[in-house]
């Protein structure tokens, strides 16, 4: 396969177990996608005084490159007909995946890099690339189950046009997976017949676009955190936008996305808001409602 000039899928790698499996599939989204795959390494001086000789920094940033080295090789491995780069870049990994977001198609992390303890569920790089990335940022996380041929989008039922549909569809059209687009609407709302209504219209113009996939649709009004964690047990890949209306704005990440990529059981990709505003040029003619 012979990549194009699209914008790149990016993969952060540092050597971790998680981020060799990130770097995994972003191998596979950027053969789906046909676009070249972007091998970045951060590299900082680790200590709080600085390095006592320029040898001492160059030291470090050829253990980088190492690292780097072998996260390319391992991406060349599972495809040898891609077109594959690698990036090194000194500064926090937080910080060099943000910047090379904003040429990117798509950003894949490992839920916790090579700091932290054992038990820590998601690690500080992917909440902030999730939190501040100009594109969709995904955090892998394999379910060791089988594979379930589903993707799963949340779709706020008061903020229909900021959903992530057109990510969702895309990923499933993809994969040659379903789709199961779940409208959270308010807890416990009395009448959802307005809400449903916007969603189901909003959806038969994503059908129409992406007529290849197969769409069940589902109406919530108990728990958004509940309804989601449940869906991701029985699906690859969950989309979900960073933050809900009524999220307060002080947080840079929405409290149903901060649970998701906690505690999720599969991958899910975060659709940032500044990213709203690409998405929604490649799909112009979809209404609001």
């Excluded at 970045?40 to 200590?47: E, G, K, S, T």
């Excluded at 994503?206 to 649709?217: D, F, G, I, L």
Aim: aromatic letters at 4%; hydrophobic letters at 40%.
């Amino acid at each position: 396969m012979q990549a194009n000039d699209g914008r790149p899928v990016v993969a952060g790698y540092d050597g971790s177990t998680s981020s060799k499996q990130a770097l995994r599939w972003g191998v596979n989204e950027a053969r789906m996608r046909f676009v070249p795959l972007v091998v970045c390494h951060a590299w900082q001086w680790p200590y709080p005084v600085p390095p006592v000789s320029p040898e001492t920094l160059e030291a470090v940033r050829r253990m980088g490159q190492h690292v780097l080295d072998a996260g390319v090789s391992l991406a060349r491995s599972l495809a040898p007909r891609l077109e594959i780069r690698g990036k090194l870049v000194m500064g926090s990994p937080a910080v060099v995946l943000v910047s090379e977001s904003s040429t990117a198609e798509l950003v894949a992390v490992g839920p916790r890099g090579t700091g932290g303890f054992d038990e820590l569920q998601i690690g500080s790089t992917a909440m902030q690339a999730a939190a501040h990335s100009y594109c969709p940022v995904a955090v892998v996380r394999e379910s060791g189950r089988p594979a379930a041929g589903r993707v799963v989008v949340g779709v706020e039922g008061a903020n229909v046009e900021r959903s992530g549909l057109g990510t969702a569809f895309e990923e499933a059209k993809l994969r040659h997976a379903s789709l199961l687009a779940i409208c959270l609407c308010p807890e416990e709302l009395d009448d959802t017949r307005p809400l449903a209504a916007r969603f189901h219209g909003t959806i038969s113009v994503w059908e129409e676009k992406y007529p290849q996939v197969n769409v069940e649709t589902m109406v919530e009004t108990r728990p958004h955190t509940a309804v989601m964690h449940n869906a991701a047990e029985h699906a690859d890949l969950l989309v979900v936008s960073d933050r809900e209306q009524d999220d307060p704005v002080e947080l840079p990440l929405g409290l149903l996305s901060q649970s998701l990529l906690r505690g999720a059981s599969c991958t899910v990709t975060v659709i940032p808001s500044r990213a709203f505003a690409m998405s929604s040029r490649s799909a112009s003619r979809v209404p609001p409602g």
